[in-house]
């Protein structure tokens, strides 16, 4: 591993819109579910809005020592009744910058999500990855998720 | 398959609780989990109270023609940056009463849901189903879900 990246871990703001869409579209799986274009299509701010509404829900940035965007990921926090009525939390999106991997970053975004998760009481955090994203496997395992469940998903 | 039951999928109200913590603990998985009390931690209310707070998350039931809260969903619906902006659907907690299995009530709910979730604006319903649940994962292929990704879990 490179020399680990020192980052900030802070709330996305609507000024990053652009470098989160931009590192979810330079992905061999995201890449044909994104426009990149400029201005870019307002659907994605919408969304920023949204997310930015729901408590229960943090969008996240890395941002490295001069202030560029490197890597996000979401976190949702789910009241449920299951496990006596623990939240669970769900981490999604997670993205490091091409030119910023394997030097800590996604491990920084994570630790922090898993922390965040359980003070707020969740009892468990799940997360789905593709089934080729083997490296991102590993990397779950060696955080200390397992691969516990199948992921089942349905497109329209 | 026996009979296709007729059921009401409904919302969830605070006098169902006690039923849909008795269809989770009825299970191998969940069993562990749960705790049956009379009257019930109180933990389980204040969760139900979270979800009813969350515009975002729906908790169904199923009601047979008696009356009795046969069967159970979480539906949460999650704003996001990726797809361009699109929301996620999360399908949680599937459960249907033992005795009234392989009567297609959990079909019933899980295409509720997914219709719902369309309806909102998803692009993509998820849910994580544990590697051990073969029949739940030939069910959830049966209504179109692919087994697209590993989910991973961290418990607490």
């Known amino acids: 591993m490179a020399e680990i990246a ?10 990053d819109v652009g470098a989160i869409v931009a590192m979810l579209a330079d992905d061999p799986l995201g890449g044909g579910r994104e426009r990149i274009e400029d ?14 509404r729901d408590r229960n829900i943090r ?17 949702c926090i789910l ?16 993205r490091v910058a091409k030119h910023c991997r ?8 994570v630790t ?3 922390a965040e998760a359980r003070a707020r ?13 083997i490296d ?7 955080l200390g998720f397992a691969r516990s469940h199948v992921g089942m998903t349905i497109r329209f």
């Open 112 to 114: 922090w999500a898993v």
């Open 6 to 15: 020192k980052v900030t871990i802070r709330p996305a703001r609507r000024e």
């Open 102 to 109: 394997s030097r800590g970053i996604g491990e920084q975004m």
């Open 59 to 75: 969008l996240l940035v890395a941002e490295d020592g001069e202030g560029a965007v490197v890597g996000c990921l979401q976190l």
């Open 136 to 142: 991102a496997q590993r990397f779950y395992e060696r």
């Open 39 to 52: 201005p870019l299509p307002s659907s994605y701010f919408n969304a920023f809005e949204a997310v930015e």
């Open 121 to 133: 009481g969740c009892k468990l955090v799940e997360l789905l990855t593709h089934h080729t994203r």
């Open 79 to 94: 009241p449920g009744l299951s496990s006596q009525g623990a939240s669970r939390g769900l981490i999604e999106d997670v």
